[in-house]
T-cell receptor
Framework: GENVEQHPSTLSVQEGDSAVIKCTYS??????FPWYKQELGKGPQLIID?????GEKKDQRIAVTLNKTAKHFSLHITETQPEDSAVYFC??????????????FGTGTQLKVEL | GAGVSQSPSNKVTEKGKDVELRCDPI?????LYWYRQSLGQGLEFLIY????????KSGLPSDRFSAERTGGSVSTLTIQRTQQEDSAVYLC???FGTGFLFTEAFFGQGTRLTVV
């Protein structure tokens, strides 16, 4: 099945610094790449997504870049704040046997923003 | 409802007992997903419903796990004869579309299952 590798597994940054999380994949048919943020005790929440017809998308302090040739996509958070501390998951669409699609997730990155 | 609702939020059960977890998706969402998240781990795909049909059940960990969806809305995940390794957070998500134009999947807050 589809495999998504996510790095790093943990990331500590100083408040105000940037954070970058990278994911690589193998299925060239994937065309939708979301990023989810999960705070303690809550379900994952979509923060940004990108489709394969664009290379970069930005939403305030968050940006995602996609390199379909190299099969990797990255999350960039600038001017990090303590409330950015959470677990971040990358994901992509993969086919389900019998029809339909599902989200396959990376293993997650624990981001800690230190004061 | 305003979002995906799961119940119960927490469940402690004795080993060997059956449990039923419930998911109420966002109204109008035809696609519904169940995932399992073990402590400190990623999200493991269990099963997907398009309407009331589940085209692929191979993600279910064992034959003790089953799921159904009725009326294209509420779904239940049933675990029979629970084992300690079933302890995890069970997450449900729903989305409007699941084809080429995949749309955002919204997650519930999860059910934390503890088997003692």
């Amino acid at each position: 099945g589809e495999n998504v590798e996510q790095h790093p597994s943990t990331l500590s940054v100083q408040e105000g610094d940037s954070a970058v999380i990278k994911c690589t994949y193998s299925d060239s048919a994937s065309n939708y790449f979301p990023w989810y943020k999960q705070e303690l005790g809550k379900g994952p929440q979509l923060i940004i997504d990108i489709r394969s017809n664009v290379g970069e998308k930005k939403d305030q302090r968050i940006a995602v870049t996609l390199n379909k040739t190299a099969k990797h996509f990255s999350l960039h958070i600038t001017e990090t704040q303590p409330e950015d501390s959470a677990v971040y998951f990358c994901a992509l669409i993969s086919r389900i046997t019998g029809g339909g699609n599902k989200l396959t997730f990376g293993t997650g990155t624990q981001l800690k923003v230190e004061l | 409802g305003a979002g995906v609702s799961q119940s119960p939020s927490n469940k402690v059960t004795e080993k060997g007992k059956d449990v039923e977890l419930r998911c109420d998706p966002i109204s109008g969402h035809t696609a519904l997903y169940w995932y399992r998240q073990s402590l400190g781990q990623g999200l493991e795909f269990l099963i997907y419903f398009q309407g009331n049909s589940a085209p692929d059940k191979s993600g279910l960990p064992s034959d003790r796990f089953s799921a159904e969806r009725t009326g294209g809305s509420v779904s239940t995940l049933t675990i029979q004869r629970t084992q300690q390794e079933d302890s995890a957070v069970y997450l449900c998500a729903s989305s409007f579309g699941t084809g080429f134009l995949f749309t955002e999947a919204f997650f519930g807050q999860g059910t934390r299952l503890t088997v003692v």
